[in-house]
């Protein structure tokens, strides 16, 4: 059992061996955090939630109603799902068991926190990337932390347009936003003259 406090809120969780940093919360998650205010009205993803928690933290803060949270694993779904209870947040949450986002059918997230699996291929956090971009609402925030620098980097801005990066205790923090689509200028129509017409211009000149 892990009891902690974040964000003034108290919090226990309960793990097991096969949870990623089962015995105290990870420092690269708690620093993700530090760096992102929950609103009232926002929509959150937690992606690749562990044992729970950012979306349960989320949920305390903005209701159950209006977070997502999802992994691949059984583990960690069934212990998410025992401490949304054991935290009082389980009503309305939606704990949901996807590869990626390949089983979420949401979107027009406002906020998409994620920290990749460190030893995973460049496949994942580029599923992360490319579909969580697509899953967020313009004006959405998707922030990412892990140990690396330079790919993430490279890959969010080549997907966002920019990214701003805080590095916290040796972690990196990418907070990109999706910027609202500009809206298409028309031309200005070029009214038609006849041939006639263009002759007699052309004369003139």
Aim: hydrophobic share 35%; proline share 4%; charged share 25%.
């Amino acid at each position: 059992m892990i009891d902690t406090t974040i964000k003034n809120i108290s919090l226990h969780f309960h793990t097991n061996e096969e949870a990623f940093s089962p015995n105290s919360i990870d420092t690269g998650t708690l620093a993700m955090l530090s760096l992102v205010d929950f609103k009232e009205k926002d929509k959150v993803l937690d992606l690749g939630c562990g044992y729970g928690v950012v979306g349960i933290l989320a949920s305390k803060i903005i209701g159950s109603k209006n977070v997502i949270m999802c992994d691949i694993s059984d583990n960690a779904i069934s212990l998410s799902r025992e401490n949304a209870i054991l935290n009082e947040v389980d009503t309305d949450l939606t704990i949901q068991k996807s590869d990626g986002l390949r089983n979420i059918t949401e979107d027009n997230f406002t906020i998409i926190l994620s920290n990749p699996p460190y030893h995973a291929d460049f496949s994942v956090p580029k599923h992360f990337i490319e579909e969580g971009y697509r899953r967020l609402t313009p004006g959405g925030t998707l922030y990412m932390v892990t140990k690396r620098r330079d790919w993430y980097k490279n890959k969010i801005i080549s997907v966002f347009g920019g990214v701003t990066i805080r590095e916290i205790d040796g972690y990196q923090i990418f907070i990109a936003k999706k910027q609202p689509r500009k809206p298409r200028q028309e031309k200005p129509s070029t009214p038609c003259m006849s041939k006639k017409l263009q002759r007699k211009l052309a004369k003139k000149r």
